[in-house]
C-alpha cells in the first residue's frame, strides 16, 4: 500500500493567488495570448466560482475564427480546467475582448 492509497490526515488548500494563475495559463492556451496581456479576477458565484477574463483580439497569423467563438472556447476551457485540475465549479467565465493585438505571420523553414 502507498502513501497515495491510504488516508492521510490534514487538508489541500489552493490559494485565490493559485487560482488565478492557473486560470491564467488556461486562458494563454486557449486564446494564444501572453500571460502579461492577460487579467483575471475571481468572484464567489452562489458557491461556484465566477471568473472575469480581459484579453486582447488577436489578428493575424491564424485563420480567422469568429469572436464569439473564440470566446466560447476561452469560457469552455477554463470550466473543463478548473474542474479537472482544481475540483472547483465555476458557475460562469465573462470574456472581456479589450485591445487588439497584431500576431505576425510565421515562415516556416
Known sequence: MTSVDRLVPGRTTISARAL????????????????????VSLAD??????????????????????IFEQGALVRNHVIAGMKT???????AVDVRYAGVRMMPARRVR
Not at 485540475?85 to 458557475?91: C, D, K, P, T
Open 20 to 39: 488565478e494563475h492557473l486560470v491564467t495559463g488556461m486562458v494563454r492556451d486557449a486564446a494564444s495570448a501572453r500571460v502579461r496581456d492577460i487579467e
Open 45 to 66: 458565484a452562489a458557491g461556484a466560482l465566477r471568473v472575469s477574463v480581459t484579453v486582447p483580439l488577436l489578428v493575424g497569423a491564424r485563420p480567422a475564427t469568429p
Open 85 to 91: 485540475l482544481s475540483g472547483r465549479a465555476v458557475g
